[in-house]
């Protein structure tokens, strides 16, 4: 079997969340016929796609097809570049944005309640929160 050789810059791009997921969707003039512009790089991309309709004047449909977007995302990223520059380009970091498990305490506090048993209907989950525990226990959606 033939390995394929290792690109640094992809690597990193890829360790960043910045790599395009689709670098062959861009087939506009400057990122092909230019080796200064890197398809795979999506900060890049995304910022070529908005200057060119900010500055150049040309059509929001025309670029976005240009560059491998719909119109919907070439309105996203216009609007985070004008709140956050360039690094509100980077995609979030995937995942939950704040702590979403139980504590101990809560657990137990959960457990002693009763309701964490076999055939436990849904409509008790609904119950008010016990008060004085510390704990909020709401239903989750």
């Known amino acids: 079997m033939a390995r394929r050789a290792r690109d640094g810059k992809a690597e990193e791009l890829a360790r960043s969340r910045t790599l395009n997921p689709r670098p062959e969707a861009v087939v506009d003039e400057a990122f092909v016929s230019s080796e200064f512009f ?3 790089d999506l900060v890049q991309v995304k910022y070529g796609m908005v200057r060119r309709v900010e500055v150049e004047g040309s059509s929001v449909s025309a670029v976005a097809g240009a560059f491998g977007f ?18 509100r380009l980077v995609p979030a970091k995937p995942g939950p944005r704040r702590a979403h498990k139980l504590t101990a305490r809560c657990s137990s506090t959960w457990r002693g309640c009763g ?6 209907e849904r409509r008790s989950w ?5 008060r004085g525990s510390g704990c909020g226990f709401t239903r989750g959606r």
């Open 38 to 40: 890197d398809a795979r």
């Open 70 to 87: 719909s119109r919907q995302s070439y309105y996203t990223a216009a609007g985070a570049l004008a709140q956050g520059g360039l690094q």
């Open 115 to 120: 309701r964490l048993t076999r055939g436990c």
């Open 126 to 130: 609904r119950r008010p929160r016990r």
